[in-house]
């Protein structure tokens, strides 16, 4: 196989798109490395989904293919694609695309029937059905089950989480319902079926967008729901009950979503400790803006912005992870490329700030980035689903603690 290696451009100057691999203002680094070829999946793949499908102990991909944003969807469209590792970040098809509606768009990934192989759920933009697609332990997935995340008039889907927002041991679906305002959530049974929970779908402010997050926010042992209010300018959290019904943290009313005072549209969050304290914090992306917004979590759920709330993400983001790419165990941003072939690091200072942007060419333009160990060597890689190539790059990261 052939092994190409890319490089990364040094921070201490400003950084373009157009200075990738030029060395601007320090000495290039090799710090992550294209492994294999890039992977043609289809067109308009999304951000993957990393878990081990074949029980095999290595990190594979799962790839949802449809149109994201508003653009149309392509005929070859609407499936979703297994890539199985070979160990060394080597990705290589598990079979044949599985068809799904034509604006797929995302999914999630867990073992819904109990029977100790994941299963795949995957959403649609423009659709209330959440396909569920049972995995056989091999890589392979059966044909998809359709559940209706609701029973609306506008369907606007995009974001699933899988978790047990009812606490009886059985995976439940969640996802973000754009334009009734809402957070869907459906039980499952434990055998691979779904049904609303009482009440659902829940009251989620103004238009609740990408990367829903469920965890347990406020401390009482119950998960909770963060997401973003897109065209409130805010964070919104859902009290969870941990009987699978959830509530606003402000109660019902418009105004009290946890404003952004520093960005408008806020199109994804992320989460993670970064000014560690001990609690949860969030990071805002923010639609057509090369910037992210730091919201810092007073410890009681409620997200506040700090006096410079600004992150520099060098290039336009619809969103990425917080997580510690370089060993030292402190958050680092890394954030996709909304129109560029770049995904951006930002170094985690550990007390809440940032260091600046980092641009890693993933080989494709808008990739949609995923972290995980591909290797394992237990350092985190990055994994992209580059959206108008309709590729798949393993970029291993060659980092080592403490190597600048
Ligand atoms: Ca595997
Ligand atoms: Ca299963
Ligand atoms: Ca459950
Ligand atoms: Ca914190």
């Known amino acids: 196989m052939r092994s190409l290696t890319w490089t990364l451009l040094a921070t201490g100057s400003s950084l373009s798109v157009l200075a990738i691999g030029v060395g601007v203002g320090g000495h290039p680094r090799k710090d992550f490395e294209l492994v294999g070829e890039r992977h043609f999946v289809g067109s308009m793949p999304g951000r993957p989904v990393l878990a081990d499908l074949d029980a095999d102990g290595d990190l594979d991909a799962v790839v949802v293919c449809g149109p994201c944003c508003g653009r149309d969807p392509r005929a070859d469209s609407g499936h979703v694609q297994v890539l199985l590792n070979a160990g060394d970040g080597r990705l290589e098809p598990a079979g044949e695309p599985v068809r799904l509606g034509p604006t797929s768009l995302g999914a999630a990934v867990g073992d819904v ?14 659709s209330y059905d959440a396909a569920v697609l049972l995995g056989d332990g091999r890589g392979g997935l059966g044909m998809p089950t359709y559940f209706k995340l609701h029973d609306g008039a506008s369907p606007h889907v995009h974001s699933i989480a899988l978790a047990d927002a009812n606490a009886d041991g059985d995976l439940d679906i969640l996802a973000t319902l754009v334009d009734d305002h809402a957070m869907a959530v459906l039980l499952g049974d434990g055998a691979g079926g779904f049904t609303p929970a009482p009440g659902q779908p829940f009251f989620a402010h103004r238009h609740p967008y990408a990367q829903l ?72 992306f923010i639609d057509e803006s090369p910037t992210a917004v730091r919201m810092l979590n007073r410890g009681d759920g409620v997200f506040e912005e700090p006096s410079e709330p600004i992150v520099d993400l060098g290039s336009a983001s619809v969103g990425g992870e917080l997580v510690d790419t370089t060993g030292d165990g402190v958050l680092d941003i890394v954030a996709s490329g909304a129109a560029s ?49 309709g590729t798949v790059s393993v970029l291993l990261n060659t980092r080592r603690t403490g190597h600048r």
């Open 113 to 126: 029937n109990a029977d100790g192989k994941p299963d795949v759920i995957a959403i649609h933009h423009s």
């Open 213 to 284: 997050n469920v965890v347990d926010i406020t401390g009482d042992g119950a998960l909770d729901a963060v997401m973003t209010d897109m065209r409130g300018g805010g964070l919104t959290v859902l009290v969870g009950s941990g009987t699978g019904m959830f509530s606003p943290l402000h109660g019902f009313n418009l105004e009290t979503s946890m404003p952004i005072a520093a960005a408008e549209r806020p199109m994804a969050c992320s989460l993670g400790d970064i000014d560690a304290d001990g609690d949860l914090d969030a990071l805002a």
């Open 341 to 389: 072939n770049v995904v951006a690091i930002c170094r985690g200072r550990g007390d809440g700030t940032f260091e600046r942007a980092e641009l890693i060419d993933a080989h494709g333009r808008s990739p949609g980035v995923a972290v995980g160990d591909m290797n394992g060597d237990g350092i985190p890689d990055l994994v992209t689903g580059n959206y108008d190539s």
